[in-house]
C-alpha cells in the first residue's frame, strides 16, 4: 500500500517548456487535490477532483489544467512554464467525512 | 470568505510545552484539522476535532476548541527535538471535501 506517489520528484524547465505532473493513489478514494506550496503563503489549491470525471477550480487555478485519467490518477499539466510556477507540488486525495487528506511526497519544480 | 490564521514561528526547549495558536473565520467549519510538515516531506495528518467538540486528547497532542472565538490551539506535551518541523491548522466546511490552509507555524525545539 504506497499511498500517493508523486513524479517526477524534482524538475527543472526552462520558461516556455510544457510538462505534466502525475498522481496516482491506491487507496480507492474518490476526492484528489493538486496544491502549491510557496515560502509564506502555506498550501494554495489549484485544482481538486471531487469524483471521477469531475474537476473543478481551487484558489490558484490559471496557468495549469488537470485530467482524472480514473479513479487513481490525477495528473496536472503546466502548457507554458512561468517563473512564477516555481514551486513545490503536492498531491492529495481523500475519501469521506471527516475528509483527512493524505499527501504525496511533492515535486519541487523550478522554471528558469 | 474563509481564511485561516496562525503565528509563522515558536521556539521551544526540549521538554517544554509547546502551544500553538489558529483562528479561523468561517463559522460553518465541520472539522479542523491539524498536520505536521517535516523537512522535504509532504503534510501528515496529526489530529483532528469536530467542531462540536471543545477538547480531544491524544498522547501527548492536546487540541482545544473555542467556537465562539474561532480560535483553535495544539498543544504539545513534552516537547521533543523529532517534534521541529512545519504545523499547519486547516478547516473544512460543511459539506465540501476541499481544506482551507493556514500558512502554518515552524516549531524549532532546542535541546
Known amino acids: 500500500n504506497a499511498g500517493v506517489t508523486q513524479t517526477p520528484k524534482f524538475q527543472v524547465l526552462k520558461t516556455g517548456q510544457s510538462m505534466t505532473l502525475q498522481c496516482a493513489q491506491d487507496?480507492?478514494?474518490?476526492?484528489m487535490y493538486w496544491y502549491r506550496q510557496d515560502p509564506g503563503m502555506g498550501l494554495r489549491l489549484i485544482y481538486y477532483s471531487a469524483s471521477e470525471g469531475t474537476t473543478d477550480k481551487g484558489e490558484v487555478p490559471n496557468g495549469y489544467n488537470v485530467s482524472r485519467l480514473n479513479k487513481r490518477e490525477f495528473s496536472l499539466r503546466l502548457e507554458s512554464a512561468a517563473p512564477s510556477q516555481t514551486s513545490v507540488y503536492f498531491c492529495?486525495?481523500?475519501?469521506?467525512?471527516?475528509?483527512?487528506?493524505?499527501f504525496g511526497p511533492g515535486t519541487r519544480l523550478t522554471v528558469t | 470568505g474563509e481564511d485561516v490564521e496562525q503565528s509563522l514561528f515558536l521556539s521551544v526547549r526540549e521538554g517544554d510545552s509547546s502551544v500553538i495558536n489558529c483562528t479561523y473565520t468561517d463559522s460553518s467549519s465541520t472539522y479542523l484539522y491539524w498536520y505536521k510538515q517535516e523537512p522535504g516531506a509532504g503534510l501528515q495528518l496529526l489530529t483532528y476535532?469536530?467542531?462540536?467538540?471543545d477538547m480531544k486528547q491524544d498522547q501527548r497532542l492536546t487540541v482545544l476548541l473555542n467556537k465562539k472565538d474561532k480560535h483553535l490551539s495544539l498543544r504539545i506535551a513534552d516537547t521533543q527535538t523529532g517534534d521541529s518541523a512545519i504545523y499547519f491548522c486547516a478547516e473544512s466546511l460543511t459539506g465540501y471535501s476541499t481544506l482551507t490552509f493556514g500558512k502554518g507555524t515552524m516549531l524549532l525545539v532546542s535541546p
Open positions: 476535532i469536530f467542531s462540536n467538540m
Open positions: 492529495a486525495s481523500t475519501d469521506r467525512s471527516p475528509y483527512e487528506q493524505y
Open positions: 487507496m480507492n478514494h474518490n476526492s
